[in-house]
């Protein structure tokens, strides 16, 4: 998980005493090491991805998330440099025909005011047609 040498007792230190001081006062989540760095990287490429789909859309255009990817065989094919990974594909175009059902939980169902379980007011059920 850590480097060998100085760099890497230096960052196992670090990582103890923001532990400790998580315990008396709240601490940003700063991602330590090659898996904490990986999962930052998804988050952020994730939001990046979320703003592209929206874009598209604005433009008529279908978008479709995929995950569940073999990223090494990915990345080959398309000539990523090893130092890079794929977190996820984003394919673009015309939808052949449109999606009539939608797997996504209904508003009132993810939307919260202030606390989980607080339903906001304004929000209505949707309608499947």
């Known amino acids: 998980m850590f480097t060998r ?3 890497g007792i230096l960052n196992c230190i670090k990582v103890a ?5 998580s315990w008396f006062r709240p601490m940003p989540e700063i991602p330590f090491g090659r898996r904490g760095m990986i999962d930052y990287g ?4 994730a939001l ?6 929206l874009a598209a859309s604005a433009f008529g255009l279908d978008t479709c ?4 990817i073999d990223p090494r ?5 398309v000539g990523l440099p090893k130092h ?3 977190v996820m594909i984003v394919p673009v175009g015309f939808a052949a025909k449109p999606a009539n059902f939608s797997p996504r939980f209904p508003p009132v169902e993810v939307f919260h005011c202030n606390r989980f379980g607080e339903a906001m007011s304004g ?3 949707v309608r499947s047609s």
């Not at 998804?42 to 490429?45: E, F, L």
């Not at 990046?48 to 789909?53: L, N, S």
């Open 5 to 7: 040498g100085p760099l």
């Open 17 to 21: 005493l923001f532990c400790v001081l």
């Open 42 to 45: 998804a988050r952020h490429t």
């Open 48 to 53: 990046a991805a979320q703003t592209f789909m």
């Open 65 to 68: 998330p995929m995950e569940g």
């Open 73 to 77: 065989r990915v990345a080959r094919i």
């Open 84 to 86: 890079m990974s794929v």
């Open 123 to 125: 929000i209505k059920p």
